[in-house]
């Protein structure tokens, strides 16, 4: 089960972060802060999962932008690792090369993506038309 | 509004406190425009947690957008629901939700499906009714909605037993995604769906897990699945991670294993690092399994081990743990006690160290025979020094029970007292060591285990001086970094310690006495007190034990007595607390009209939970049971002796380390003791990559010793875990095996001593059982000689039924397949008149004609006896000849026999034959129970197992609860207990004694029907043949 994913920056500032099992507002920042200093201290030829507190970390970076998902120990680290590329190439065909900015600016848009694609901590589709499909529709009657 | 909502979202992200947007947020979700009500409804998920009082606010504007015309709105509307909702409120959407598993469009139907697991999640009792359409969203037409389903079973099928029947349908998908079957669009980098596979391959391992025949199913998918995956992409090696771990879940075949064994082979050796800990991580899921298969990767092991990258390191420990056993435990405990000490995170320390802790205390007390000869002080030496590391590194992380289970150990010893003093002296010896050194950076734990371990056994070691011990406790007691509870450790083991100085202890015990602390204010006194009084001292026991586990009596089974007479008194039986929120949530969900006028709560939802609650009733009283046992176990706190002293084995300690490990029938490790081989680099230095290389495979040899084939078996670490599988893929599955046992001896007494049961069956629905049904019962025939003219001859069976078979040679064969004739069956009922004596009196049935033939005619009857059933057959001969012998054989034709078999495996051997009779013959087998009313409600709370429903009424007469129990009571042997203005009850027994209770009440024109028993599926027939004979009424 995926617990939480976010997206921090190099500089350790979040730009999106989604908790799919309750954590308390206080605490969220303390994690985010262990949890991007947890990733920034590893090297290109280490692999891309940590062990955190009783649950894993699967990260991958772009640019200097780090999405980091906390996973339980049962799910498949490496399906995670590509989950995450899915949602890269989703956000990349919405905005065409998306950006840190793009995510900064549009954050209500990444998360109705994210909501398509993650619910309650399971993967619930992938296919990158379906996923899109509802925003696109949205902006269309917001256009009109 | 939208954009200040935004804003709100970020300054939460950002983690500062937002609560006032909350309440706009809602807002927004219910003014908006679409985007703003998109917007609305994000903030919300994003803000509130599911237990939130404001989503009450919300519940409105779901229902009103889900009966929206507009998709887009119904559409976020489901969204939401699925990920918060209040609990409460289910009833009130779930109609609707459920409405939208029809949808024309794919994308509601599959947000539809996504909500109705939301709330299976939440709250599975209030969506059990409609699991029938979670089927039909597996079946669906669309990919997705298919796969959102999939999220569902996931769940449901953690308890796989009711949902086998569907693994042909998980194997199609599997094929047909495989098969390309899927749109394009549905590709990840030209995998089809590669999600949905991992979801289905995870359903799969869980129905074949231990099931031989589901997993067969399965094999050539897997097969597939294994093949298909050779692109290489990441995602594809996930899919075949997946795939492996659910080769070695389901029931082995030898061939699938070998390709899965070869491809973690090709994880562990890709030089790509995220394959390599995937690897590992099959590879520790494996070896459980099968431990040879560590040995085939050993080297790649032994690099992972050394690997500079922390997670690589932390999974090959977690692997290495899987495969210890007695011979490997001393190396790879110095391994992971390497690896602590070069670790700072603090879950992995406690994680570690409790493994640590776990495989120095398993191991030392099972020492296989060989290492007899080795010396005990070596053992002893590492297990002390192992444990010392163990507390100095792990410390006040360590939880409470590793130093308990430690002192326990050192406490209660072994058969052999002399081992035992032995490891104490040297646990003494070592901590007096660490105490004349620093002791300020000790961790509290360690320091209270070395109190008490001085102050228990100090006196064994006569070298030293007891005042050499006493100082260096009192020395212990001045730092300042020690804690007050430490102090009190410190001070009962100065207690302990015979005649101490007295000056010493007095200047102690005076300044102590005014401590803050009131606990070590009483210890010193006592201490004063003893050391003043050496009277006193004679009195002291030598040798107080400390550690002790004491008992709990946790089912509270002496409080049974209470609760029952406190019910028979009229209170209201206990309830567990979240059993008393669930019906205080079921009230209030029913209590909001206003919400629901548009849709009607549903009925069925609440049942159930109605239905749930009694069951819960009877927990205490099912304890009871075994209270007296648990009592006695409970008076006498005591230590548990006996599991240690068995494990304190007398023989054998461990080996030195790596130098003189044991010599390991490994080909590819070069053993070598260690000086020859320091000898031989003096002599010519070789270049340095290749001693590594030896270093390393000796390594390995010291690791994976005892995995090897010829090697003596591993004494305790791996005997635990399953042989591998692949020496026992020949042979069937144990369990299957066991079990086809038990069948088929269950069968063969069933056969031998149930002949009754088969005859009865007969017996009582000779018009029921067309000859065409199947029949594999084909039982044992009964036969009897008759002798003399027209002589009816009863035939009494029993249960000791013979089973041979006695055949004339011109014997008359009658086959009851002519009753297909459909004569009126001629009611004789003289012939009951010729009944042996001691059956005459007994209650019978009509006699019916079962068949008849010129010459012969064949009835019976049956006989309701207490404790069986009797049944009598009436032959008798129509002509005026003799007829000299007489063959009847009975052949059990019976329609319900698959349904008996199925059924029957789920069941114990000795209900075999109950089910057989409840299946078909449920009315012959059962006696009326006769009982008082208080009775009948005293056994009404202790019984489990209810079913609920209601029955037709026979409303001819004018009392219709009266007519409609009579009917029954007729029909079904049961008896009338008692019956209350609209209520009646009844109750039955089985002939093996249990009994069933009915309560029905009278519920406008129908009567609802209220059945209780021990036996699970005892209510469901009765109320089965219940609706049966009022139904012919």
């Known amino acids: 089960m995926i617990k939480f994913l976010l997206m921090v920056n190099k500089q350790g500032q979040t730009r999106l972060s989604r908790y799919y099992e309750q954590v308390e507002l206080g605490k969220r920042a303390s994690l985010e802060a262990d949890v991007v200093r947890g990733c920034l201290a590893r090297r290109k030829e280490e692999c891309s999962f940590v062990e955190f507190k009783d649950y894993k970390l699967v990260y991958r970076q772009y640019a200097a932008l780090f999405i980091v998902v906390g996973i339980t120990e049962n799910e498949n680290e490496l399906s995670i690792y590509e989950l995450v590329h899915n949602f890269v190439e989703v956000l990349d065909k919405y905005f065409s090369r998306v950006s840190e900015l793009d995510i900064m600016f549009s954050l209500d848009k990444v998360h109705i993506i994210l909501d398509e694609m993650i619910l309650n901590g399971h993967i619930v589709e992938t296919n990158k038309t379906r996923i899109l499909a509802p925003l696109l529709a949205l902006d269309k009657m917001a256009e009109s | ?1033």
């Open chain 2, 1 to 1033: 509004m939208r954009e200040i909502m935004v804003r709100a979202m970020y300054c939460e992200m950002l983690g500062y406190d937002a609560s006032f947007t909350y309440i706009h947020a809602i807002k927004l979700a219910q003014q908006g425009g679409v985007l703003e009500k998109r917007v609305g409804y994000l903030a919300v998920s994003l803000f509130l947690n599911e237990g939130h009082e404001l989503l009450l606010l919300l519940v409105n504007t779901v229902l009103k957008d889900l009966q929206s015309t507009n998709l887009i709105e119904v559409c976020m509307a489901l969204t939401v629901v699925a990920q918060v909702f209040p609990k409460d409120m289910i009833p009130a959407v779930l109609p609707l939700v459920e409405d939208k598993l029809s949808h024309p469009k794919e994308i509601i139907r599959r947000k539809a499906v996504l909500a109705l697991y939301k709330f299976y999640l939440i709250a599975p009792n209030q969506v059990q009714h409609i699991h029938a359409k979670f089927c039909k969203a597996l079946s669906d037409k669309d990919p997705g909605v298919m796969a959102s389903s999939l999220h569902i079973y996931l769940q449901l099928i953690r308890s796989p037993d009711s949902y086998k029947d569907l693994t042909g349908s998980f194997v199609t998908i599997l094929k047909q995604v495989l098969g390309g079957k899927l749109p394009v669009d549905f590709n990840y980098h030209s995998v089809p769906a590669p999600w949905l596979q991992i979801q289905l391959l995870r359903i799969l391992s869980l129905l074949g897990k231990e099931d031989q025949s589901t997993s067969e199913l399965m094999y050539e998918v897997l097969d597939e699945s294994l093949r298909r995956a050779e692109m290489n992409h990441n995602i594809t090696y996930a899919i075949l991670y997946e795939c492996v771990k659910a080769v070695y879940t389901i029931h082995p075949k030898a061939e699938l294993l070998e390709k899965a064994a070869r491809c973690i082979g090709n994880f562990v050796l890709s030089p790509k690092i995220n394959l390599k800990y995937l690897g590992l991580k099959a590879l520790t899921y494996v070896v459980q399994h099968d431990a040879k298969l560590a040995l085939q990767h050993q080297m790649t092991i032994i690099e992972c081990l050394d690997h500079s990258d922390f997670t690589i390191k932390r999974e090959t420990l977690e692997l290495l743990f899987r495969i210890t056993n007695a011979q490997n435990v001393t190396v790879i405990v110095e391994k992971m006690l390497d690896f602590l000490r070069s670790c700072n995170d603090e879950h992995t320390i406690i994680h570690l160290i409790g493994k640590v802790a776990e495989l120095a205390e398993k191991y030392p007390f099972n020492k296989p025979e060989f290492m007899n000869t080795l010396l005990p002080m070596k053992y002893n030496s590492w297990f002390i020094q192992t444990m010392n590391d163990v507390f100095s590194i792990g410390g006040d992380l360590l939880q409470q029970d590793d130093p308990n289970n430690f002192l326990r150990l050192l406490a209660e010893g072994s058969e052999s007292k002399e081992e035992d003093d032995q490891l104490r002296l040297y646990a003494v010896e070592s901590y007096l060591t660490v105490l004349k050194g620093h002791t300020s950076h000790l961790p509290q734990c360690f320091l209270q285990v070395m109190s008490w371990v001085l102050g228990e056994y100090a006196h064994l070691q006569e070298s030293v001086d007891r005042r050499e011990v006493i100082r260096l406790l009192t020395q212990l007691l001045d730092q300042r970094s020690v804690s007050s509870e430490t102090r009190v450790w410190i001070l009962s083991a100065l207690t302990k310690i015979p005649e101490g100085q007295t000056d010493l202890i007095l200047d102690l015990a005076e300044s102590l006495s005014s401590s803050q602390d009131t606990v070590l204010r009483q210890q010193a006194q006592e201490l004063r007190h003893l050391s003043q009084d050496s009277q006193l001292r004679e009195f002291k026991p030598v040798a107080v034990v400390c550690v002790f586990s004491s008992q709990v009596d946790s089912s509270l089974s002496f409080l049974d007595g209470f609760v029952s007479e406190a019910l028979a008194a009229g209170a209201a039986p206990y309830k567990p607390p979240h059993q008393r929120q669930e019906e205080l949530c079921e009230d209030r969900a029913l209590n909001l009209e206003p919400y629901s006028f548009s849709l009607p709560v549903s009925l069925s939802s609440c049942s159930i939970t109605d239905r749930q609650s009694p069951t819960l009733l009877s927990v205490s009283s099912g304890l009871s049971g075994n209270s007296a046992e648990l009592s006695q176990k409970a008076g006498s706190s005591t230590l548990i002796l006996e599991g240690v002293k068995r494990v304190w084995g007398k023989d054998g300690y461990l080996p030195q380390k790596e130098a003189t490990a044991p010599p390991v029938d490994e080909p590819s490790a070069a053993v070598q003791p260690a000086s020859q081989q320091e000898a031989a680099e003096r002599i010519e230095p070789r270049p340095e990559p290749s001693t590594q290389n030896q270093d390393k495979q000796q390594l390995a040899s010291s690791l994976f010793v005892g995995l090897g084939v010829g090697s003596s078996v591993s004494l305790l670490g791996k005997s635990e875990a399953p042989p591998p599988r692949f020496r026992k893929k020949p042979r069937p599955h144990e369990s299957s095996s066991s079990s086809g046992t038990s069948k088929r001896s269950s069968d063969s007494s069933s056969r031998s001593s149930r002949n009754t049961t088969d005859s009865f069956l007969y017996g009582s629905f000779p018009e029921e059982e067309p000859a065409t049904s199947i029949s594999t019962f084909d039982h044992t025939p009964k036969s009897t000689t008759a002798n003399g003219l027209s002589q009816n001859k009863d035939t009494k069976e029993d249960r000791h039924a013979n089973t041979s078979q006695i055949l004339g040679g011109d014997m008359v064969i009658v086959r009851p397949s002519t009753i297909q004739d459909k004569h009126p069956p001629s009611v004789s009922s003289d012939l009951t008149a010729l009944l042996p004596a001691d059956l005459k009196d007994l209650p019978h049935s009509d006699v019916i004609s079962l068949t008849s033939d010129p010459s012969l005619s064949l009835s019976s009857c049956r006989l309701f006896r207490d404790e069986a059933l009797l049944l009598v057959i009436f032959i008798s001969n129509c002509t005026e000849t003799v007829i000299k012998d007489v063959a009847v054989q009975l052949t059990l034709k019976h329609k319900h026999q698959q349904m008996t078999l199925k059924n029957f495996f789920l069941l114990q051997v000795f209900e075999f034959m109950r089910l057989i009779l409840m299946n078909s013959i449920l009315s012959v087998t059962h006696r009326p129970l006769v009982v008082t009313t208080e009775e009948y409600g005293k056994l009404w709370l202790s019984l489990s197992h209810d079913v609920k429903q209601n029955l037709k009424l026979l409303t001819d007469a004018g009392d219709p609860l009266r007519t409609t129990l009579n009917a029954l009571k007729d029909a079904l042997q049961l008896h009338v207990v008692d019956i209350i203005g609209s209520e009646g009850i009844v109750a039955c027994r089985l002939l093996s004694g249990a009994p069933c209770l009915l309560h029905c009440r009278v519920n406008g024109a129908a009567l609802a029907m209220w059945l209780r028993s021990p036996h699970p599926a005892l209510p469901d027939f009765i109320l089965y043949h219940c609706q049966r004979a009022l139904a012919h009424h």
